[in-house]
Every structure is written in C-alpha cells, then in structure tokens.
C-alpha cells in the first residue's frame, strides 16, 4: 500500500480520537485534551465545536444520522448534539 497524503495538520497538542464520517465527506473526529469535535473536509478546511469537557468522544446515530452523541469522559456526562449534516450509516449491525 502507498503512503497516503495529508489533508490536515492539527495545530498545538491534540489527541485525536474516535472519528464518523458524514455522507459529504467531511471526517469528524474528537479531540482529547481540547474537549472538542474538529470536522475536516477532503480540501483540509476545518470546523471545530467546543464541548465543557476535555476529554471528549463521538459517534453518529439517531433515525435521520444527523444526531452526534459525544461522550464526555472526565465529568461522566453525555451530550447530544445536532450536526447540520448526516454521518453515514455503518456497514454493519451489532
């Protein structure tokens, strides 16, 4: 396999995390240590939506994916939060 090329550099300390792609393409991913989601698109632009946690995990879901549940690991709470876009649905069923 080729190595692939950088779409994005992430600027400071940031631990990525678990990630979910949206049906446009854009990949979402949670950031430890920042508390927050960073959306990048395939052209390396970036969005980044804060959480008050720094420990913060992701994964879309509800009936139309456009549902983000982030889980909010140093104070034990759960977030949900509406995404403008939908994630795509997983290929498979657990």
């Given amino acids: 396999m080729a190595a692939g090329r950088v779409v994005c550099n992430l600027q ?6 678990n990630l979910a ?4 393409g854009k990949v979402c991913s949670a950031i430890i240590l ?3 989601i960073t959306g990048i698109d395939p052209d390396g632009s970036s969005e980044h939506i804060a959480f008050p946690d720094p420990i913060c995990s992701n994964i879309f879901g509800g009936p139309d994916m456009q ?3 982030v889980t909010a690991t140093s104070t034990d709470r759960l977030f949900e939060a509406r995404r403008p ?6 290929n498979f069923n657990a």
């Fill in 12 to 17: 400071g300390m940031q631990l990525v995390d």
């Fill in 21 to 24: 792609v949206e049906a446009g």
């Fill in 34 to 36: 920042n508390g927050e």
């Fill in 67 to 69: 549902d983000a549940w």
């Fill in 85 to 90: 876009r939908p994630g795509l649905q997983l």
